[in-house]
């Protein structure tokens, strides 16, 4: 989830207003006074929540002034479609406006400014005169609840009040201008209370480096005059991501439009994208409420670029049972087809997602930028979720670069993340290829931490990272610092089962006799199937135990001190006993119950042998190698196995294929230790130091 980290771009809102040439003017100035209102909230309400009241105030005064114009038009076309036949007057009402949103109230925050002994039943009424999917954005910021505690506290009127002193009409702060006001407010409210800023906050250069990666090979896409495209992000938060994506197609072509979609489940973060969406003049339909994985708003949309920062480490249990019954029963054919992650870390859940709403390579295809944390590279063995879909994922050749970020650059983590770029149109040159950057040193040290951030990438450290990802294969080639370019199957490998075989000794003694003693097959002769204490169990149970005293006495026939190293010769000596003692020799589990339990393992013995001839395994020397895809197995087993165990072999039947990306290997640099006599200097100095201030305490 993204807060709206982006340079907030406001639509035409004004008939005559020119967006492109619209001047800041006193931007710094409006910050500060919309800032200095909280002030007024101080005592009621701590810093941390400042947020709650402020930014729907100031999202309720820009609409506010939005529509000022036009409130007296609103209200005389209401009156007149009252009681008519038109049940829907949302189309016609919004014509009247201009925007995609009205209001029916007969306020405006001036006439509350007017009646300041029903201040809270007036707003509550203002509030409500929205129309329906306008309020639906508003109620979702949770004011209403605060309007009650405000005017308890004699608060809510200073405040009303004091947004009346701001003029926000579009003729006096230009669209570009309300975005950034409203983008400034939100990182100083979420600064302010940081240890929460995390949850829904991703910064502002982080999310500037994925557009850059994202939209930097489509540059002559997006210069067509009138070029029309989708971004979607499935967990949009605030909306960051939506508005640096828009901000970035509009100053690289103006005549161009992206179109935005965006879900979220945190009531107040939907808020705020929606508000943000609905005065930028985006189909405020676009902008959904609501899980992505159990109620997706946009089922059959197919999106021609996508971006996200899914919470990480998030477990997805509350949604287990929908995710799962759709990976059952839907396989490839719904969105998780190719594999469920374990349920502590749904990320690859939300890369699943994204990927089903890739537009067919044949209509254009699409791009996508998903940040992680290192988990989603190598978490999982072969045959695992995880692996399963990083296989889907690198065999179909959709995983175009991954970029290995700074660590503590996120306000909740102190962790490195890493960017994933994928596609299902890569570039003649990448395909088959998958490349690797490594950025974690292109960072400056902040001046002042926020949270867990001590480190951001600065614009010229941006553009270098992406002039690193923009290398191709020629360029970078095998030894760049920073890049590395590998074959998909690079990543690839079979896990492979080693058995080695069962070689096993059998005696009778006394430590033998009493393991057999132990076994259950053993002790359950003398216990009854029957439930109740009768006659019948009491006898059942007799039974029992005198069969175990034939099994013990058979036993003791076999010599004594003997120790069989063939298990087909034991097995021979054993049967005649039995056949000997008139004992009916055991059925088939219990007679290999007798057998394990007098046996142990002996690398002097000799190799037991199925029916077929061949040797068994022994489960306990059993182990499992990594071999990459590119090698032969054969070869590998020759080189690294048979020179130490030359009696093992594979188990081709439990060979199972996985994918890990462990990234720090390709970028490994070996730092020689110190020299011995630096440590030694070192030492000597320490010694001293301690001699010394044992000194002062004795004398």
Not at 337 to 351: E, H, K, Q
Not at 562 to 573: G, H, I, L, M, Q
């Amino acid at each position: 989830m993204t807060l709206s980290a982006g340079m907030i771009d406001f639509a035409d809102l004004g008939p005559d207003q020119d967006q492109e040439g619209a001047a800041m003017n006193n931007f710094g100035e409006k910050v500060s006074f919309i800032w200095s209102v909280a002030d007024l909230i101080r005592g009621p309400y701590r810093p941390n929540q400042y947020k709650d009241i402020m930014l729907p105030m100031t999202v309720l005064r820009r609409l506010d002034c939005v529509l000022e114009p036009t409130k007296d038009k609103v209200l005389e076309q209401q009156k007149k479609l009252s009681g008519g036949k038109v049940k829907n007057v949302d189309p016609i009402l919004c014509r009247v406006t201009g925007v995609p949103f009205y209001n029916t109230s007969r306020y405006t925050f001036e006439k509350l400014k007017g009646e300041p002994n029903n201040i809270a039943a007036n707003l509550t009424n203002y509030i409500k005169g929205f129309s329906s999917r306008a309020r639906e954005i508003i109620e979702n910021f949770g004011f209403e609840e605060h309007i009650a505690k405000l005017d308890k506290a004699d608060r809510l009127y200073l405040v009303v009040s004091k947004f009346c002193d701001i003029d926000l009409h579009p003729h006096a702060v230009s669209n570009i201008e309300m975005g950034y006001i409203f983008e400034e407010l939100i990182r100083r409210f979420n600064e302010a209370s940081n240890e929460e800023a995390g949850d829904h906050f991703t910064p502002r250069e982080v999310i500037r480096l994925m557009v850059n990666l994202l939209f930097m090979p489509d540059g002559d896409i997006l210069t067509t005059k009138g070029i029309v495209k989708t971004l979607y992000d499935p967990a949009c938060g605030t909306g960051g991501m939506l508005s640096v994506a828009e901000d970035y197609v509009r100053e690289l072509n103006p005549d161009a439009r992206l179109e935005v979609f965006g879900q979220d489940y945190n009531a107040q973060a939907y808020a705020i994208c929606g508000s943000d969406m609905m005065i930028k003049g985006q189909d405020i339909e676009h902008i959904a409420f609501g899980d992505s994985f159990t109620d997706d708003r946009f089922p059959r949309h197919k999106f021609d670029y996508m971006l996200a920062n899914p919470p990480f480490g998030v477990e997805w249990k509350p949604e287990a049972d929908f995710i799962t019954r759709e990976h059952e029963e839907q396989g490839f054919g719904g969105r998780f087809g190719a594999g469920l992650p374990r349920v502590n870390d749904g990320s690859l859940l939300f890369l699943q997602h994204m990927i089903s709403k890739m537009k067919d390579p044949k209509e254009g295809g699409t791009r996508l930028a998903i940040v992680f944390n290192g988990s989603p590279l190598f978490t999982g063995a072969a045959g695992s979720g995880e692996s399963e879909i990083r296989r889907w994922i690198i065999e179909n050749d959709w995983l175009e670069a991954i970029v290995a970020l700074p660590d503590q650059l996120f306000y909740n983590t102190g962790i490195y993340t890493y960017l994933w770029i994928v596609t299902n149109r890569k570039e003649p040159g990448r395909r088959g290829k998958i490349q690797l950057v490594d950025a974690t040193k292109f960072f400056k040290k902040m001046r002042k931490s926020l949270g867990n951030k001590r480190n951001e990438v600065c614009d010229d450290q941006r553009d270098e990272i992406t002039r690193l990802y923009g290398m191709m294969n020629d360029e970078c080639g095998m030894m760049n610092e920073h890049v590395r370019m590998f074959d998909n199957a690079d990543f690839g490998y079979r896990r492979i089962t080693v058995e080695r075989p069962l070689r096993l000794n059998f005696a009778v003694d006394e430590a033998r006799i009493a393991r057999l003693k132990e076994t259950t097959a053993f002790a359950n002769l003398a216990a009854s199937k029957k439930r109740k204490d009768t006659k019948a169990a009491q006898a059942e149970i007799e039974t029992g135990q005198k069969r175990q005293q034939e099994i013990l006495l058979a036993l003791k026939a076999l010599p004594v001190g003997n120790v069989w190293k063939n298990r087909e010769s034991f097995t021979a000596d054993l049967k005649a006993a039995f056949r000997h003692s008139s004992f009916i020799i055991p059925n088939s589990s219990l007679l290999k119950a007798i057998l394990m339990a007098l046996a142990e393992r002996d690398e002097t013995a000799d190799i037991c042998t199925d029916a077929k001839g061949k040797p068994e395994p022994d489960p306990e020397l059993r182990d499992y190698e990594n071999v990459p895809l590119k090698e032969d197995v054969d070869e590998y087993m020759k080189r690294e196995v048979l020179p130490h165990v030359p009696d093992a072999w594979v188990d081709g039947s439990k060979t199972k294929i996985g994918y890990e990306i462990n990234f720090n290997r390709y970028f490994y640099q070996y730092n020689p230790p110190r020299p011995l006599a630096e440590i030694e200097v070192d030492l000597k100095k320490i010694e001293k130091e301690i001699a010394d201030m044992l000194a002062e305490v004795t004398e």
